[in-house]
């Protein structure tokens, strides 16, 4: 090619690009402003909230209608956010060390609490092994064969549920659980690859591995968060251990000695539950010989046909009982209520903030029982803590800490008393008094039970990310912590070859979402109900109050709500409830009448063993 005027003259341009470029380069990098900082602050929530909004609008429709394509479409969106929060979070570090207001810092500090992948390859496999990992559990079902060895019909979760929470087969119960925890092993693999590349990206913003990202959201110290719930762990542990003992009493005269032992773990398949996380549907076997009530919420609902909207309906009653607004029409022609016949969805309740604005939404496949009546009061804190602090920056629509997302809900629901029940017409007349113990050890059947197994399922995972725990282990070091702080042991053998993944037929697993928010959420509801109950002037016992209809606990409840994540999760427990720490104290207080009762009833099965 001849060299003309014009490549010469293109060619010194490029020369002159080339030195200003490496004059630039040598020179020191000036350093950031304030006005930077809070024009990056800006730009960057307005970005990430309409890709937030995208995203969540792409899981919606992946988790609500499961097929390759929705699978494919959420995972783009997920990937689009996760592209542009990285990139968020790596232009934060830039004003790190820079004299900021407080407010300012302190979403500087969350947007860097993300993972990050500077590859683009990387964020599109981690968003699609995400997805993939989500719509393997939904499609998941055990199929058993037929006496003649053909094959059966096959079963989807919620159905062996049902049989786990029903039957009193010993063998069939086995089957069920041996049954579901057999499809886990089929994404193993995805989850392995899944855990390497989360912790690289963990890496890329400074943390060791992702369970140490996990536990510096808590505005503490990784370390100081897991000394943190074993401080709680320890102090509710005694209340544990007396209805585990007497659950092994019931479950010994229920099922023979030779299904369940005198001493050690008990099988995990006998407590009506897949995972043993709650208990309530042994309250038939456990409940008091006398003093407790016939009374059955269950039947009532099903005997009036309440339906999925009816049961919604009753939920938003109490939060507008206590001031807050109606749920939007929105909710109401947007929310998923019941199990469509012609598609697979993810039935796990949960509830979903759209847009910034009041599109907020649930996804749940309600049935009229206590214990879905009880969630859905659970998934409308979610809501209603949406709608609470949407006023609040992008950064902050948020909860205070995860754990004060769930106990909300959780807090609503523990004023769902006798006397709230009369009020809205389901009960005709309240128990007696002595019938206070049932109610209570029906109540302790889902709280209490979840406290070691919300603890031990993240404590699994963190030792999964740190690589303590190799794959070939995932369910030694599984079943190890069950007995450790549950008292539980597999009911079949383990895979002799290591490629069990029974931590992987739990939701939270397989889906990746922290479970220490639990742990927290069943703290720290005991602690809010108590502070709210003080506001609403009661000073009975406890577990007797509802604040139901109760404007001065309702506002006090609304002034946190609003406040989001705005501020460091202990000012906001002491904006509700005047304390600074988490205590299992008011748990305590709580069920201390049962935990008396439950000694009680244990000494005397102690003493006629021995004879």
């Not at 990056?40 to 990430?48: D, G, N, P, Q, V």
């Not at 943390?207 to 536990?215: E, H, P, Q």
């Not at 709650?278 to 003093?291: S, V």
């Amino acid at each position: 090619m001849p060299v003309t005027p014009k490549i010469i003259s293109t060619l010194l341009a490029l020369a002159a690009t080339s030195a200003a470029s490496t004059t630039v380069l040598a020179a020191p990098p000036q350093k950031p402003t304030v006005a930077e900082a809070e024009r990056f602050l800006s730009e960057t929530e307005a970005k990430l909230n309409k890709l937030n909004n995208e995203q969540a609008q792409g899981a919606w429709v992946g988790s609500n209608f499961i097929t390759d394509d929705t699978e494919a479409i959420a995972s783009f969106f997920a990937e689009r956010y996760l592209t542009a929060s990285g990139e968020a979070a790596i232009g934060a570090r830039r004003f790190n060390g820079l004299k900021l207001p407080a407010d300012s810092a302190r979403k500087l500090l969350l947007l860097q609490q993300t993972l990050v992948f500077a590859n683009p390859k990387e964020r599109e496999q981690y968003a699609a092994l995400q997805a993939g990992l989500n719509g393997a559990y939904g499609k998941a079902k055990y199929c058993p064969k037929n006496a003649d060895g053909s094959a059966g019909a096959c079963m989807a979760l919620g159905e062996m549920e049902k049989v786990l929470a029903n039957s009193r087969d010993e063998a069939k119960l086995k089957e069920m659980w041996a049954g579901w925890h057999a499809q886990s092993p089929e994404y193993k693999g995805k989850y392995l690859d899944y855990i390497a590349l989360s912790n690289k990206g963990a890496k890329q913003m400074g943390f060791v591995d992702t369970g140490a990202m996990w536990r510096s959201q808590y505005d503490m110290p990784a370390d100081a968060f897991a000394n943190e719930m074993e401080r709680l762990w320890q102090q509710v542990k005694p209340l544990y251990d007396s209805l585990h003992t007497y659950s092994r009493y019931k479950l010994r005269e229920t099922y023979g000695a030779d299904v369940v032992p005198m001493e050690g773990p008990i099988p995990a398949h006998l407590y009506g539950n897949m995972w043993s996380q709650t208990w309530n549907n042994l309250y038939p076997i456990l409940k008091p010989a006398t003093g407790a009530s016939n009374y059955s919420l269950t039947k009532v609902l099903e005997e009036r046909k309440t339906d999925a909207k009816q049961m919604t309906k009753y939920a938003e009653g109490f939060y507008t009982s206590l001031g807050m607004q109606k749920l939007p029409a929105s909710f109401w022609e947007r929310s998923l209520f019941t199990k469509p016949r012609d598609r697979d969805v993810v039935c796990h309740a949960s509830a979903w903030p759209i847009n910034e604005k009041d599109d907020v939404r649930i996804k749940m496949c309600i049935n009229p029982t206590a214990e879905d009546f009880t969630v859905i009061h659970h998934e409308l804190g979610h809501v209603y803590y949406f709608l609470g602090y949407t006023g609040q920056p992008y950064l902050y629509r948020g909860g205070a800490n995860d754990g004060f997302h769930e106990a909300i809900g959780d807090t609503i629901a523990l004023s769902i008393t006798p006397d709230y029940l009369q009020k809205i017409g389901l009960m005709d007349q309240a128990p007696d008094a002595d019938a206070d113990i049932g109610q209570l050890l029906e109540r302790a059947l889902g709280k209490v039970p979840m406290l070691p197994f919300a603890y031990m399922v993240d404590k699994w995972r963190w030792d999964v990310y740190a690589g303590k725990t190799k794959p070939a282990d995932f369910d030694k070091s599984w079943w190890q912590l069950r007995e450790q702080y549950m008292g539980m042991k597999r009911p079949v053998a383990m895979d002799a070859k290591g490629s069990g993944f029974d931590a992987g037929a739990k939701y939270h697993v397989a889906a990746d979402v922290p479970y220490a928010r639990y742990f927290l959420a069943n703290m720290l509801q005991f602690q809010f109900h108590r502070a709210l109950c003080r506001e609403a002037g009661y000073t009975g016992p406890l577990h007797r109050c509802s604040i139901y209809g109760n404007a001065k606990a309702g506002a006090k409840l609304q002034q946190m709500l609003a406040m989001g994540a705005s501020k460091p999760w202990p000012e906001e427990l002491k904006a509700i409830s005047g304390e600074e720490r988490i205590d299992g104290g008011a748990l305590l207080d709580y069920f201390a009448p049962l935990k008396t009762w439950l000694d009680a009833q244990n000494a005397a099965y102690a003493a006629a063993a021995k004879k």
